[in-house]
C-alpha cells in the first residue's frame, strides 16, 4: 500500500512545521546557529531544514508501508500523541543542552523508548533506526559544511548532540506511524 499524494503533501506539512518550531527552539536558545545566511530563512530556520525535515516524514512514512503492510485500526490520537511526544522531545533538548551530557542522553533515550513502546510495530523501528543515523549524519555534514554549528556543550558527536540520535529515532517511528495512520483513514472511509 502507498501514500496517495495528498497524504504525502500533509505528512510533508505536518514534519516541516513541526522542525521549524523545534529549530525555533535551538536557536532561540543557543544550541544550534546557523553560520550561512546566503538562503532564504523562515522563522529561525534556514529554508532547507524544514524542507529536509518534511521529505524525511513523508519518506519515512511511505518507507513504512513499503516494509509492510499497515497495523488495523485508525485512533487519530495516536498521531496527535506522537507529534507532541516529538515536539516535546525537541523543545526539552534545547532547554537542557548545556546540563551534563550523559544524564541529558539518558533522559532523551528513555523518552524515545517510551514513544517506541507505545506506536511501533517492527517495521516502525526500522523507520526509526533509518532516521537515528541518518539524521545526525545529515547535521554533521551541515556543520561540517560551515552551514550551521552546535553549542560547545552540544557537540560531542563529530559536531552535533550525541542526543540528536535518540531524538531521530523517536522522529522516525513516529513518522511512521503517521503513514499508517494517514493509510487507515482511507481505508476506513472506504469501509
Known sequence: ??????????????GAAGGLVGDAGHVQAG????IDDSLPFIWESALWFPLAVGLATASLAEIRLLLAPPR?????LEGVGGIAAVIGIY???AVVFEQAE?????LISMLAALV???????????CGALAAVGGPLVEIIVVEADLARYHESADSLFGVAIWLVPLYFAFGVVAARLGELAVARRLNRIR
Open 72 to 76: 488495523r485500526g485508525f485512533e487519530p
Open 91 to 93: 523543545a526539552l533538548t
Open 116 to 126: 517506541a513502546v507505545w506506536l511501533a510495530d517492527g517495521p516502525a523501528l526500522v
Open 31 to 34: 544550541t544550534t546557529a546557523y
Open 1 to 14: 500500500m502507498r501514500l496517495r499524494p495528498a497524504e504525502l503533501a500533509v505528512l510533508f506539512l505536518i
Open 102 to 106: 550523559l544524564p541529558v542522553v539518558v
